[in-house]
Nanobody, 125 residues
Framework: QVQLVESGGGLVQAGNSLRLSCAAS????????MGWFRQAPGKEREFVAA???????????EYADSVKGRFTISRDDAKNTIYLQMNSLTPEDTAVYYC???????????????WGQGTQVTVAS
């Protein structure tokens, strides 16, 4: 059974940082994209960042405009894990953050992609 488990969410003051982690199990995603989406109350889920495979050993990062320069995604394929370093957080970043893996096509990921249960990030002003 494939599982994606997020961790690292919490309550933080505006301007501070958080680091999210997502550990995958049940299959390896070294040849797939892994990334983060978020959903704020009353809003639709939106793309945040993805780490996409480029060739056999390289990967590249893709970011939503709203987080460029503040968030950094990284992946450790040996651990089947991705991370999201979030700096300079603002209240607008408050949302449930979901880890995802698969094709992660945008704007609408495939129903065949895998999703975690989400971790709450709350940024207080």
């Amino acid at each position: 059974q494939v599982q994606l488990v997020e961790s690292g969410g919490g309550l933080v003051q505006a301007g501070n940082s958080l680091r999210l982690s997502c550990a995958a199990s049940g299959r390896t995603f070294s040849n797939a994209a892994m990334g983060w989406f978020r959903q704020a109350p009353g809003k639709e889920r939106e793309f945040v960042a993805a780490a996409r495979r480029l060739g056999q050993t390289l990967w590249y990062a893709e970011y939503a405009d709203s987080v460029k320069g503040r968030f950094t995604i990284s992946r450790d394929d040996a651990k089947n894990t991705i991370y999201l370093q979030m700096n300079s957080l603002t209240p607008e970043d408050t949302a449930v953050y979901y880890c995802a893996a698969g094709d992660l096509a945008l704007p609408t990921p495939s129903p065949n992609d895998y999703w975690g249960q989400g971790t709450q990030v709350t940024v207080a002003s």
